[in-house]
């Protein structure tokens, strides 16, 4: 009797193997063989999701993408703090992440065709800081003039260049420092 194979759950077991080898070499000194060796597949298995390292490296920025999803959904409350908190590469997952993040971006300056995925990562992100906006609004804890669009925007972006500061210069802050800054850049949307 053949071996049934769950495809979707094989193709999320190499993602998330991608992600870990990329974070840990970078993208330009992984190959499908060391994702192979890591996930215990063949090379061949490997090769038949992915035809290269571009189709890998969107795999890996997806599944981080979801990874983060995931967290948002189970935010209690989902306040604007927690849900910018969530995001920062405070533990290893988390800097597993942002380690694919910045080689994704890397290859993307390079290679036109990948931007588009990146445009889709950057407004899925934006999209869903607008959603929690839109229920804080709800909730009465924001004021209900505020541009809800323009906001996320901005809370996106800020919370990128403070996630590379911690990223690079992981001393530059502490976690109460951390909490103070994103208190302050929610204040700004307030």
Known sequence: MPKIVDHHARRRVLAATAASVIAERGMENTRLRDVADQAGFSTSIVGHYFNNKDALMLQAL??????VAVRFAKLRNRSINKALETILPLDDERTMEW??????WGRASIHPELADNLAASLEFAEQTMAHILRE??????????IDVDKSAESLVNATMGLSLRVLFQPKAYSRKQLREKIAGLVEGVS
Do not use: P
Request: charged fraction near 30%.
């Open 136 to 145: 804080q609004i709800a909730l009465g804890v924001l004021d209900k003039g």
């Open 62 to 67: 997806e599944y981080v993408d979801e990874c």
């Open 99 to 104: 380690r694919v993040r910045i080689n994704f």
